[in-house]
């Protein structure tokens, strides 16, 4: 009986031991699925995120197809943002060249040249970006020339152009002589230089730059009467 009651004994010492260690363990048992858990949240974030990536950059190429090229724009630079890449900033490019947003596409293709410079995959791209940027700077600009009286006639360069004051122009980049002339009136001649300003990316591609040159005649005591310039700055006229 002695030793059944003593190999009892040990028996409940044992299953209490048991539980006293596997209470002790418990903590750290249970803290393991807690941080497995965590871990598998953020890489379902990092998927998610990767996904909408994903959606809005194919959503990007079917307007782009479409020639929808402003919301094409947006598909992308949505996409550049949740996950940035050097294929969705040529895409951005691509469209404010299609837009005819000359100063934000050469800006683009700069991003992109800059993100895909390192990437062999690229190559070829990287190279029509450099070359697309040449040409686009050689494009011309708008130039507005208004005067008072209007009605004059207008200059560059010494060649004649069509219409009268106000007009709008198209210039390439570079010093150019302007001058307008009215009957009455002495000529007003100018040289200026054209350049091309650059905008920030998500600068508003309802904008453009251009130049403008404001002339202003003026009759002094003497008699005469000739043109004055009263303005020659850069400003932004908003397309129609």
Same mark, same amino acid.
């Given at each position: 009986?002695?030793?059944? +009651?003593?190999?009892?004994?040990?028996?409940?010492?044992?299953?209490?031991?048991?539980?006293?260690?596997?209470?002790?363990?418990?903590?750290?048992?249970?803290?393991?699925?807690?941080?497995?858990?965590?871990?598998?949240?953020?890489?379902?974030?990092?998927?998610?995120?990767?996904?909408?990536?994903?959606?809005?950059?194919?959503?990007?190429?079917?307007?782009?197809?479409?020639?929808?090229?402003?919301?094409?724009?947006?598909?992308?630079?949505?996409?550049?943002?949740?996950?940035?890449?050097?294929?969705?900033?040529?895409?951005?490019?691509?469209?404010?060249?299609?837009?005819?947003?000359?100063?934000?596409?050469?800006?683009?293709?700069?991003?992109?040249?800059?993100?895909?410079?390192?990437?062999?995959?690229?190559?070829?791209?990287?190279?029509?970006?450099?070359?697309?940027?040449?040409?686009?700077?050689?494009?011309?600009?708008?130039?507005?020339?208004?005067?008072?009286?209007?009605?004059?006639?207008?200059?560059?360069?010494?060649?004649?152009?069509?219409?009268?004051?106000?007009?709008?122009?198209?210039?390439?980049?570079?010093?150019?002589?302007?001058?307008?002339?009215?009957?009455?009136? +002495?000529?007003?001649?100018?040289?200026?230089?054209?350049?091309?300003?650059?905008?920030?990316?998500?600068?508003?591609?309802?904008?453009?730059?251009?130049?403008?040159?404001?002339?202003?005649?003026?009759?002094?005591?003497?008699?005469?009467?000739?043109?004055?310039?009263?303005?020659?700055?850069?400003?932004?006229?908003?397309?129609?």
């Amino acid at each position: 009986m002695c030793d059944r +009651n003593q190999m009892q004994g040990r028996f409940l010492t044992a299953v209490l031991s048991g539980l006293l260690a596997t209470s002790a363990m418990a903590p750290s048992a249970f803290a393991q699925p807690t941080e497995a858990a965590d871990e598998a949240g953020q890489k379902t974030t990092e998927k998610e995120k990767s996904d909408k990536a994903r959606a809005h950059y194919d959503a990007g190429k079917t307007k782009y197809a479409a020639t929808d090229y402003a919301g094409a724009l947006v598909e992308f630079q949505s996409a550049d943002d949740l996950i940035p890449s050097y294929q969705a900033k040529e895409k951005i490019a691509l469209c404010y060249d299609g837009m005819n947003d000359v100063p934000n596409a050469i800006r683009a293709y700069e991003l992109f040249i800059e993100a895909a410079t390192d990437k062999p995959k690229a190559e070829e791209s990287v190279s029509k970006a450099r070359q697309r940027i040449e040409e686009l700077k050689k494009m011309p600009v708008a130039v507005k020339v208004s005067s008072e009286p209007a009605s004059a006639t207008i200059e560059v360069d010494g060649n004649a152009q069509p219409g009268v004051t106000p007009a709008e122009l198209k210039l390439t980049p570079g010093l150019h002589r302007i001058k307008v002339t009215a009957p009455g009136y +002495n000529p007003m001649e100018k040289e200026v230089e054209v350049t091309r300003l650059q905008s920030v990316r998500n600068f508003p591609p309802t904008l453009r730059w251009a130049l403008q040159v404001q002339a202003l005649w003026w009759e002094p005591s003497s008699g005469s009467r000739h043109w004055e310039t009263v303005q020659t700055s850069m400003t932004i006229l908003r397309q129609s």
